[in-house]
């Protein structure tokens, strides 16, 4: 788990929603692809595909590549392109905003933060806990590595997790 | 959140109207017992034993349940019905067969049927579309009836007038009587329901728009004559480009909140001139603010304050007391963060964005303001801050989410009375506005 890459992911987004992309790509890895699929379960991003250097097809009616094409299909992953792989985001704008507001890292490579459920319930009440602010704006996130897999806070409080903070949105 | 609340039919009179009681049970968070509109039931209880399903009670239907009209039942129908009607309902019955009665009772099979009982008889107000009057009945031309006319009434009324006629044909004929000629049905049965009534509340036909003259009216119009001397060019401007009226521009309270010299430097010397930064707002959301610079420091003033009634703006405002979150502004080097604070908070920050919250009508809030603490920028920053608040239904719309504001989940969803409780905050305020899949 390179939280160095996660890093450059995030500055990346950032750049990428600043400039008004409508489809980036991020390296393909099994901690990227986690992250962005839970980016997408809440909303953040319209698709996740996996695909090579080239963005992949679009989808006849979305306009973005869609994982579940039907017409054109997904790559499968094989030992000889997984090198190669990227994973293609289609990013969201609302009123001509970036939905995907700035990314920003909690846990850096050289500090990791972990924090147990307790501190995730202040967390998200808006209360700072350890080192992790709290989330106090309408429609902020935060994104820990759990045991069940990357997880948003409000679903480790749910879930009883804590895990290891990743990064936060607002 | 207009995102949580369902979409009403706006036209029909008959659905029930909006009110802030929730109708839907919802998972409680707290463990008193819920309060339900009503408690009585509305219907008996019917124990699950005692009642049918409906495929029991399409199977049980056997021919001897449709027996002929007994000796009894004839006798009630006689008191009902003339000779010939019965008549015309014994035919009837007899021509059916009872085995056909029993299979094609009206209890279907077929995929398409309602999952329940109703041989939809009656018009269900919440469940069918409501019976409109149709268009015809609408008269576009009708018009009140003169005073001639009511006396026509009043005399038709009083030659038809039976002799042993009492108060019940008076009331019978108040009642009655129509205040429009034209169509009959566009009086009484309009096509629309949003048809505005003919009278305002307590305004009758006899109203001679009569007004009372209170003493307090009179000094408010002395006030009124006084302000219209006062009336200056800038002053008529102002109202002009805003639509303002003069007597909503007295309400607002304005402010210089920074003004100090300004110097040009020219080849004929220095020109000093004021500079003044003013905030104008009504109290309840509305904030603007304006900068204006003169030779004369009253003329200054009162530019700015003008420019900032025109620059006036509605500013987002949670539950009418806080912000949405916290928001960060910059200006400079002024780098400033608001932050939303619960009922009873105060504003509990420096003099510059006291006065602009006090303007905007926010009552709970905090404040730091890093870096420079340069007066105009702060204001400026404040103003900037307090514009970029993003709105939770945005959030909503745009990741295609539902939010739900955990505070409303108390008192059953609906808003605290104003001032009239003094509760601490529930910890988990805007900041915790949960998150929920879009279901519905």
Same mark, same amino acid.
């Given at each position: 788990?390179? &939280?160095?890459?996660?890093?450059?992911?995030?500055?990346?987004?950032?750049?990428?929603?600043?400039?008004?992309?409508? @489809?980036?790509?991020?390296?393909?890895?099994?901690?990227? &692809?986690? @992250?962005?699929?839970?980016?997408?379960?809440?909303?953040?991003?319209?698709?996740?595909?996996?695909?090579?250097?080239?963005?992949?097809?679009?989808?006849?009616?979305?306009?973005?590549?869609?994982?579940?094409?039907?017409?054109?299909?997904?790559?499968?992953?094989?030992?000889?392109?997984?090198?190669?792989?990227? &994973?293609?985001?289609?990013?969201?704008?609302?009123?001509?905003?970036?939905?995907?507001?700035?990314?920003?890292?909690?846990?850096?490579?050289?500090?990791?933060?972990?924090?147990?459920?307790?501190?995730?319930?202040?967390?998200?009440?808006?209360?700072?806990?350890?080192?992790?602010?709290?989330?106090?704006?309408?429609?902020?996130? @935060?994104?820990?590595?759990?045991?069940?897999?990357?997880?948003?806070?409000?679903?480790?409080?749910?879930?009883?997790?804590?895990?290891?903070?990743?990064?936060?949105?607002? | 959140?207009?995102?949580?609340?369902?979409?009403?039919?706006?036209?029909?009179?008959?659905?029930?109207?909006?009110?802030?009681?929730?109708?839907? *049970?919802?998972? /409680?968070?707290?463990?008193?017992?819920?309060?339900?509109?009503?408690?009585?039931?509305?219907?008996?209880?019917?124990?699950?034993?005692?009642?049918?399903?409906?495929?029991?009670?399409? %199977?049980?239907?056997?021919?001897?349940?449709? /027996?002929?009209?007994?000796?009894?039942?004839?006798?009630?129908?006689?008191?009902?019905?003339?000779?010939?009607?019965?008549?015309?309902?014994?035919?009837?019955?007899?021509?059916?067969?009872?085995?056909?009665?029993?299979? %094609?009772?009206?209890?279907?099979?077929?995929?398409?049927?309602?999952?329940?009982?109703?041989?939809?008889?009656?018009?269900?107000?919440?469940?069918?579309?409501?019976?409109?009057?149709?268009?015809?009945?609408?008269?576009?031309?009708?018009?009140?009836?003169?005073?001639?006319?009511?006396?026509?009434?009043?005399?038709?009324?009083?030659?038809?007038? *039976?002799?042993?006629?009492?108060?019940?044909?008076?009331?019978?004929?108040?009642?009655?009587?129509?205040?429009?000629?034209?169509?009959?049905?566009?009086?009484?049965?309009?096509?629309?329901?949003?048809?505005?009534?003919?009278?305002?509340?307590?305004?009758?036909?006899?109203?001679?728009?009569?007004?009372?003259?209170?003493?307090?009216?009179?000094?408010?119009?002395?006030?009124?004559?006084?302000?219209?001397?006062?009336?200056?060019?800038?002053?008529?401007?102002?109202?002009?480009?805003?639509?303002?009226?003069?007597?909503?521009?007295?309400?607002?309270?304005?402010?210089?909140?920074?003004?100090?010299?300004?110097?040009?430097?020219?080849?004929?010397?220095?020109?000093?001139?004021?500079?003044?930064?003013?905030?104008?707002?009504?109290?309840?959301?509305?904030?603007?603010?304006?900068?204006?610079?003169?030779?004369?420091?009253?003329?200054?003033?009162?530019?700015?304050?003008?420019?900032?009634?025109?620059?006036? /703006?509605?500013? *987002?405002?949670?539950?009418?007391?806080?912000?949405?979150?916290?928001?960060?502004?910059?200006?400079?080097?002024?780098?400033?963060?608001?932050?939303?604070? *619960?009922?009873?908070?105060?504003?509990?920050? %420096?003099?510059?964005?006291?006065?602009?919250?006090?303007?905007?009508?926010?009552?709970?809030?905090?404040?730091?303001?890093?870096?420079?603490?340069?007066?105009?920028?702060?204001?400026?920053?404040?103003?900037?801050?307090?514009?970029?608040?993003?709105?939770?239904?945005?959030?909503?719309?745009?990741?295609?989410?539902?939010?739900?504001?955990?505070?409303?989940?108390?008192?059953?969803?609906?808003?605290?009375?104003?001032?009239?409780?003094?509760?601490?905050?529930?910890?988990?305020?805007?900041?915790?506005?949960?998150?929920? %899949?879009?279901?519905?």
């Amino acid at each position: 788990m390179s &939280l160095v890459n996660l890093a450059h992911v995030c500055s990346h987004l950032n750049n990428a929603s600043r400039a008004r992309l409508g @489809l980036t790509s991020i390296p393909n890895s099994n901690l990227h &692809l986690r @992250l962005c699929l839970a980016l997408q379960n809440s909303g953040y991003i319209s698709s996740v595909v996996r695909g090579g250097p080239t963005p992949p097809p679009q989808h006849n009616i979305l306009g973005v590549p869609a994982a579940n094409d039907e017409i054109e299909g997904v790559q499968s992953l094989t030992q000889s392109n997984v090198a190669s792989r990227r &994973l293609w985001l289609g990013l969201k704008y609302w009123q001509s905003e970036p939905v995907l507001g700035k990314l920003s890292m909690v846990s850096k490579p050289k500090r990791r933060i972990n924090i147990d459920v307790t501190g995730l319930r202040r967390v998200i009440r808006g209360e700072k806990s350890g080192y992790v602010e709290g989330l106090r704006s309408p429609g902020e996130s @935060l994104y820990l590595s759990t045991d069940r897999g990357i997880l948003e806070a409000r679903e480790c409080v749910e879930k009883q997790v804590g895990g290891l903070v990743l990064c936060r949105i607002h | 959140m207009s995102l949580t609340r369902p979409a009403r039919c706006l036209i029909c009179s008959f659905s029930r109207g909006a009110s802030a009681a929730t109708r839907v *049970p919802r998972r /409680q968070f707290h463990p008193s017992p819920a309060q339900l509109a009503n408690r009585k039931p509305k219907f008996p209880n019917v124990k699950a034993k005692d009642s049918m399903t409906l495929d029991e009670l399409s %199977q049980n239907m056997q021919p001897h349940h449709f /027996q002929p009209y007994t000796e009894e039942q004839k006798a009630g129908l006689k008191e009902e019905y003339t000779p010939e009607q019965l008549a015309a309902i014994e035919a009837g019955e007899a021509a059916i067969d009872p085995k056909d009665m029993a299979e %094609q009772f009206g209890i279907r099979e077929d995929p398409f049927r309602l999952n329940y009982l109703d041989d939809l008889s009656t018009i269900e107000p919440n469940v069918d579309h409501h019976i409109r009057a149709p268009k015809s009945n609408s008269d576009y031309s009708a018009t009140f009836k003169s005073d001639e006319d009511f006396l026509d009434d009043f005399a038709r009324f009083f030659a038809e007038l *039976p002799e042993d006629g009492g108060a019940s044909d008076w009331v019978r004929f108040v009642d009655n009587a129509r205040v429009t000629l034209g169509k009959e049905e566009s009086e009484r049965n309009p096509h629309s329901v949003l048809v505005p009534d003919l009278f305002a509340p307590g305004e009758t036909l006899s109203d001679d728009n009569k007004k009372i003259v209170t003493p307090f009216m009179l000094q408010k119009q002395s006030a009124a004559n006084a302000e219209n001397e006062e009336m200056t060019d800038a002053l008529k401007r102002l109202l002009q480009s805003t639509g303002y009226s003069s007597a909503f521009v007295k309400t607002l309270s304005t402010k210089a909140l920074v003004s100090h010299f300004v110097v040009n430097q020219t080849r004929l010397g220095k020109v000093r001139r004021m500079y003044c930064l003013s905030i104008a707002g009504n109290g309840d959301g509305l904030l603007g603010i304006g900068e204006a610079k003169s030779e004369e420091s009253a003329d200054a003033v009162l530019q700015s304050r003008y420019r900032a009634i025109r620059n006036m /703006q509605p500013i *987002p405002r949670y539950e009418n007391r806080t912000i949405f979150g916290d928001v960060e502004g910059k200006v400079g080097a002024t780098e400033l963060k608001l932050m939303t604070r *619960p009922p009873g908070f105060g504003l509990r920050c %420096q003099h510059l964005i006291f006065e602009m919250c006090r303007a905007a009508g926010i009552q709970d809030l905090a404040a730091r303001v890093g870096r420079s603490r340069n007066p105009m920028n702060t204001v400026k920053a404040a103003y900037e801050a307090l514009m970029g608040q993003r709105n939770p239904e945005d959030i909503a719309r745009a990741r295609g989410k539902k939010l739900v504001d955990v505070r409303k989940v108390y008192y059953s969803g609906r808003e605290l009375p104003k001032k009239s409780l003094t509760i601490r905050a529930p910890a988990a305020e805007v900041p915790a506005t949960g998150e929920k %899949q879009l279901t519905a």
